[in-house]
């Protein structure tokens, strides 16, 4: 198989990969990037709460810490973004909640640090204005701090919009591509990958849970990540109207992050119950999900087990302690040249955009030519939500494509016309099709729609139903055709 070369190969498709890839669009570049799951945002991206966080926590975002200024940067442009590419980014406020009034001098210190930095307008809200908004909060809790500039997007809708319009403008992407070994000569890279060799003049190493293990293949491994754990519960939409804001405990230790969420589409999430563990191993005890239950009670007690329905688990990838266990890593390695790493344990999403724009800063800085792409075209187009449209544009669409009267998800009323433009656009798996346009993240989390889900996939991917997968790999969800079995035990009785 011949190399593919390409000025600037970018290792994952994860939001980083995902923000870089399309910020280089912009420029007339080679850029490659290569995945080893069979969609993008599949890594620690799909395990994330979905906030897009301000930077005002000042403990949290001291100016010293480069990812701080990552996040800062990315502010300003992080909404006109999402309108670009027609991402949903909702604002939703926060509150940091105090149960006793001994901590709201800790709040004051908190408000006068962001005030200095110059980071905007939170208030103080007694227990009565709080409760005027959030209805729902215990009573134990006697006031808050509001930072009413708290937004969510969702993390893989996001990342999806951004490679979409970056492969629009021009860059390759290769999933289930896997890198697996690299060499370094003078001026090019040779990367292996389980699809043949690829040269690369530059790699942005942005390979989210392994970015130290990928640095370690050029020897330009001089930082270490240690993988933390965060659980983190679903509850169904029913209880979407018991917050309306993004409402956390002020941490009683550092890293404390117990929360309660809004998502887009109008569930909560409640945790992130924190663990320190091996990478890779997502599961999770009954005691993390007992432990974030009682937690996200100790805020909104009338939440009830029986409305959770899905709970999932990711890593927060952090640097290693001396430096402050939050920052990151966004630079040339100081020991392989014409090579980046680019690891953002929190808050990768929200710190997306303004981590792009560095990677290009550090291209220029290193002498790669970058002339502006005259063909970039920002925009790209949402797939139509068919729940959210008025009765009018509902039969326009299914005047104009029959598939959009047919309701597959009775959870969510998704559409299967829905459901074949996400495969269109690139979807070709079960949790692909979930991510894109959202059948089985309601109740009954795929029992009555997934079957016609798995059949629609095969019907357009030219497949047998029992090729189709979960998310790829080994995940396959059928193993035989019923008859099979039935035949199959027949012969053996
Ligand atoms: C529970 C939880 C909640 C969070 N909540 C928030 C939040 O609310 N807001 C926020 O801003 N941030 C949040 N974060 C942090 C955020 O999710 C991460 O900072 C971000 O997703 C990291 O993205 P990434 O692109 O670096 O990694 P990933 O998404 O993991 O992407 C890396 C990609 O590289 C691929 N890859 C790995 N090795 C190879 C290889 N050898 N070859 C090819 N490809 C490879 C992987 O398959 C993966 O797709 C949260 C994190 C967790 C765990």
Redesign the pocket.
């Known amino acids: 198989m011949p190399a593919t070369e390409t000025e600037v190969l970018i290792?994952?498709?994860?939001?980083?990969?995902?923000a870089t890839a399309r910020e280089l669009s912009r420029y007339k570049l080679d850029v490659t990037v290569?995945?080893?799951?069979v969609d993008?945002?599949?890594?620690?991206?799909?395990?994330?709460?979905?906030?897009?966080?301000q930077g005002r926590d000042t403990l949290e975002f001291r100016p010293e810490y480069h990812r701080s200024h990552l996040l800062w940067k990315s502010i300003p442009v992080m909404e006109s973004l999402c309108k670009e590419l027609e991402v949903p980014f909702k604002n939703i406020g926060c509150h940091i909640m105090i149960k006793d009034l001994v901590k709201k001098e800790k709040l004051d210190k908190g408000l006068k640090r962001t005030e200095s930095l110059g980071l905007g307008t939170d208030r103080y809200c007694t227990y009565s204005e709080l409760k005027e908004m959030e209805p729902y909060v215990s009573k134990d809790i006697v006031g808050s701090l509001y930072d009413h500039a708290i937004s969510i997007v969702h993390?893989v809708v996001y990342?999806e919009a951004l490679m979409e319009n970056a492969t629009a403008n021009g860059v390759r992407l290769m999933l289930e591509?896997?890198?697996?070994g690299i060499q370094q000569d003078p001026h090019m890279f040779t990367v292996q990958?389980n699809q043949g060799e690829i040269k690369a003049r530059y790699i942005v190493n942005?390979?989210?849970?392994?970015?130290d293990r990928?640095a370690a293949m050029v020897n330009a491994d001089d930082f270490v990540l240690f993988p933390i754990k965060?659980?983190?519960g679903v509850m169904d939409r029913k209880c979407g109207g018991m917050a309306n804001s993004l409402l956390a405990l002020f941490p009683e230790e550092p890293g404390d992050m117990n929360i309660i969420?809004p998502t887009v589409e109008g569930n909560l999430l409640f945790?992130?119950q924190l663990q320190i563990n091996r990478r890779h191993d997502r599961s999770f005890t009954e005691h993390m999900a007992t432990e974030a239950l009682k937690n996200a009670r100790k805020v909104i007690p009338d939440l009830s087990e029986k409305d959770v329905i899905k709970s999932f688990?990711?890593?927060?990838?952090f640097r290693n302690f001396e430096i402050g266990w939050h920052e990151c890593e966004v630079a040339m390695s100081q020991r392989a040249e014409r090579f980046i790493n680019?690891?953002?344990?929190?808050?990768?999403?929200?710190?997306s955009p303004g981590a792009a724009m560095e990677i290009v800063d550090i291209l220029q800085k290193d002498g790669l030519k970058m002339e502006p792409n005259p063909e970039f075209n920002p925009r790209r187009k949402a797939i139509p939500d068919f729940s959210e449209l008025s009765d009018a544009k509902r039969r326009e669409l299914i005047k104009k494509d029959p598939l959009y009267g047919h309701v597959v998800c009775r959870c969510e009323t998704v559409t299967e016309g829905e459901i074949v433009e996400a495969i269109r656009r690139g979807a070709t798996t079960l949790d692909g099709v979930k991510f894109r346009v959202r059948p089985g993240t309601g109740r009954c989390q795929g029992g009555f729609c997934g079957p016609r889900v798995t059949r629609i996939l095969a019907r357009e991917l030219g497949i047998p139903e029992t090729e189709v997968t979960k998310r790829g790999g080994e995940s396959e969800h059928l193993h035989y055709e019923t008859k099979e079995i039935l035949e199959e035990g027949g012969s053996n009785a």
């Open positions: 290792i994952g498709a994860g939001v980083l990969g995902a290569v995945e080893k799951n993008v945002g599949f890594g620690i991206t799909k395990s994330n709460v979905g906030v897009v966080c993390p990342t591509t896997e890198v697996t990958t942005a390979a989210g849970e392994w970015v990928i965060g659980y983190v969420v945790g992130i688990c990711g890593f927060l990838m680019m690891t953002i344990g929190y808050p990768g999403v929200s710190a």
